[in-house]
């Protein structure tokens, strides 16, 4: 099969829309997705994911916008001519033909002399590991069979692009993880430019080459997983991928090369300038994101010790945290805490009302409850400040 | 009181494997007095011996023996069946792609498409019927219509033969061809078909490959609801089929209430009765395997 990873563009996407109604499902949609590479397509239900896919399959003609393959413009083009391939969410395999002629259909229906059929079939069997269910029907087969059937073949016919409509959506957590594996080696062997819309996270940072971060018919961020989860561009972003604290930040300072923001009313960090996007320049309160693994939490007064005393202040600036970084500190009470496997994550109220989330490794000397006092001291290098998203 | 509040329980304990076919003994009592019974008196007529006008006593074989010996009834038989045939077949034709629309209409228009499709049920037979006589009639609609259009000179002959049979039945048939057709099409689920149409099916590959099998159970529902109903069907073939266009069933009504030869009657009655039995047969056959090959699934 062909297809080499490099910097020739695959897929492109211009300024597509889509309305149903009132409703704009695709709001301007421009991306590109580089030959050999996987671009997710995450975001929640009703975010233009799927729209924006069958827009680029053909199934849903765009109000404005176009979508150009191989650097020629489809949009006029039937899904047939189109050259993608498409795994559809619940496979949608044709219930009354066999393995081996559901794989075979679409070279059937371009008339591939049968000697090329029989070896391209057998082909795309032996790369899904299905060799030997030839002639079942898909109702013999398990969940995890039937999905490696969609995907032998869409990959027969050896599509310019592979979409992928949350093809692991109806299998078990187990069974979807071991398939994210297989499905990033069966496209590493051929080569094929996937774009995979999904609503799982994890699986979108776990496959992607990049992901584009979708909501209310936009895309809010479009960047590689690290990018996305370290440097989230909006307060969507960052609650979307993981988990994410947004605190609202007062600015008390502006200078030439820093910025000074007051965190929860109660203290003042130092921002550098590169680090402060365009539009937060001459805003006087921005949101600020935190990741509760750039928290640590110490316990205000250990058990049994007196109240908090009016007035009872305490610098914070002085703190180091791990990282060697210098901490931020704001005072709170613990919520709760919920147990994650390998740690708590706590929610903590700050003075100010706002939600902190911090997480607690299990085996940390220090395990917290609700109603303790605490002091969160937060990493300033891992704050972001981020764009107020949108809500629809 | 007090014993009977104790053995109560004891038995409702002892009837309760027959406790869930109780509520069944209706429906049960109304099967054998308006089903069985009938039917075994029509049975043990047949083959009871005749007068012109009377049963007569003696058993005989005689009137089973006489439809399929005399001339007339064997060619009003073979006439039935291609009746039965032909108007399923047409309503086969027309009631697809009527049933494919509606299954993919819009939900705005379903429900009036769905009017439009059982109107032919919801008028009068008899109305409905002399409608037809009407409209097909030598000077009737229909032919005038075509002399005006210059397309014939002479009048066609529509009605009191085949073809008005054939045209009555294929209207009052269609709706159910339809539902039947239907409902086998709104099993498909719409990813299928996109699922051909991206791996470069054309619409009439599409067409061959998953809607045609895919809907099978629905035409083989279709097509023996159809054909049975054609069988039994008597009114249309005496009011559209003048004296060539009779049918079994007419041929029964005849003989009960013109000839008042009950015993010839119910022969032939059980004659049709084993024709549609043998259709029904058929399309339990032909269902089984269907569903078979979908694994059970379908």
């Not at chain 1, 049968?114 to 109702?139: D, F, I, K, S």
């Not at chain 2, 399929?68 to 069946?81: A, G, H, P």
């Not at chain 2, 009555?168 to 498909?188: D, E, K, N």
Request: glycine residues 8%; hydrophobic residues 45%; positive net charge.
């Amino acid at each position: 099969m062909h297809g080499v990873r490099g910097d020739a563009v695959s897929l492109e996407v211009r300024g597509v829309v889509k309305s149903y109604g009132s409703l704009r499902a695709v709001d301007g949609i421009s991306l590109t997705v580089r030959a050999g590479t996987i671009l997710s397509l995450l975001g929640p239900s009703g975010c233009g994911k799927t729209t924006l896919l069958r827009t680029i399959a053909g199934f849903v003609t765009p109000d404005a916008g176009s979508v150009l393959i191989d650097g020629r413009d489809v949009t006029s083009l039937p899904p047939r001519l189109r050259n993608v391939g498409m795994v559809f969410q619940h496979y949608a395999l044709f219930p009354h033909m066999t393995v081996e002629q559901n794989v075979s259909y679409g070279l059937r229906m371009k008339r591939t002399p049968p000697e090329e059929t029989r070896r391209r079939v057998t082909e795309a069997l032996r790369l899904v590991r299905l060799e030997g269910l030839e002639n079942r029907l898909p109702a013999q087969l398990s969940g995890g069979q039937q999905q490696r059937v969609a995907l032998a073949r869409a990959l027969v016919m050896n599509p310019r692009v592979l979409l992928l409509d949350e093809p692991l959506g109806a299998l078990d957590l187990n069974l979807r993880r071991y398939m994210q594996v297989e499905l990033k080696q069966i496209q590493r062997q051929t080569g094929v430019t996937m774009v995979y819309v999904t609503h799982d996270q994890e699986e979108a940072l776990a496959l992607s080459d990049e992901v584009a971060v979708l909501n209310a018919g936009r895309i809010e961020q479009l960047g590689t997983p690290q990018e996305i989860y370290q440097y989230p561009a909006s307060t969507f972003v960052a609650n979307f991928i993981g988990h994410a604290s947004v605190l609202w930040a007062d600015v008390v300072a502006r200078g030439g090369d820093e910025m000074a923001l007051r965190l929860a009313g109660e203290c003042t960090v130092t921002v550098p300038a590169r680090a402060v996007p365009d539009f937060a320049k001459g805003a006087s309160r921005v949101p600020v994101v935190i990741r509760p693994e750039r928290v640590q939490m110490l316990r205000l007064h250990p058990r049994g010790g007196s109240m908090p005393r009016a007035g009872d202040d305490r610098p914070g600036s002085s703190y180091v945290v791990g990282s060697g970084q210098p901490a931020a500190v704001v005072r709170g009470r613990v919520q709760e805490g919920t147990y994650q496997g390998d740690a708590y994550l706590y929610r903590v109220a700050l003075m100010d009302e706002s939600q902190l989330q911090v997480r607690v490794p299990v085996n940390s000397p220090d395990l917290f409850s609700h109603g303790d006092e605490v002091e969160c001291l937060i990493d300033t290098d891992g704050l972001r400040i981020v764009r107020e998203s949108e809500v629809r | 009181m007090q014993p009977n509040a104790v053995a109560a329980p004891t038995t409702v304990k002892r009837s309760s494997p027959w406790a869930p076919w109780l509520p069944l003994l209706p429906a049960l009592f109304a099967l054998i007095v308006f089903f069985v019974i009938p039917l075994v008196a029509m049975v043990r007529l047949s083959f009871q011996e005749s007068t012109n006008v009377a049963v007569a006593g003696g058993w005989s074989l005689r009137h089973y023996v006489y439809i399929f010996t005399s001339d007339l009834y064997r060619e009003i038989i073979w006439k039935s069946l291609g009746i039965g045939l032909l108007t399923t077949f047409i309503t086969l034709i027309i009631g697809f792609p009527l049933a494919n629309y509606y299954v993919h209409a819009s939900p705005r228009y379903k429900g009036l498409m769905l009017f439009i499709i059982i109107a032919p049920l919801l008028i009068n037979m008899v109305v409905r019927t002399y409608g037809w006589q009407i409209i097909l009639g030598r000077t009737g609609f229909l032919n005038e219509l075509l002399r005006l259009l210059g397309w014939i000179n002479e009048p066609l002959a529509l009605v009191y033969n085949f073809t008005g049979v054939v045209i009555g039945m294929t209207h009052v048939f269609l709706p159910f061809m339809v539902l039947s057709l239907s409902s086998a099409l709104q099993s498909i689920d719409r990813r299928i078909y996109e699922g051909a149409e991206i791996l470069g099916a054309t619409d009439w590959q599409r067409f061959w490959t998953i809607t045609l099998p895919l809907s099978r159970p629905g035409i083989i529902a279709g097509c023996i609801l159809v054909f049975s109903l054609t069988q039994g069907a008597f009114v249309t073939p005496l009011m559209l089929g003048g004296t060539v266009g009779r049918t079994i069933a007419s041929l029964v009504h005849i003989d009960t209430l013109v000839r008042f030869n009950w015993p010839r009657a119910t022969a032939m009655a059980n004659v049709l009765m084993l024709i549609i039995v043998a259709v029904l047969l058929l399309q339990v056959r032909l269902l089984k395997g269907h569903s078979s090959a979908l694994g059970g699934s379908a």
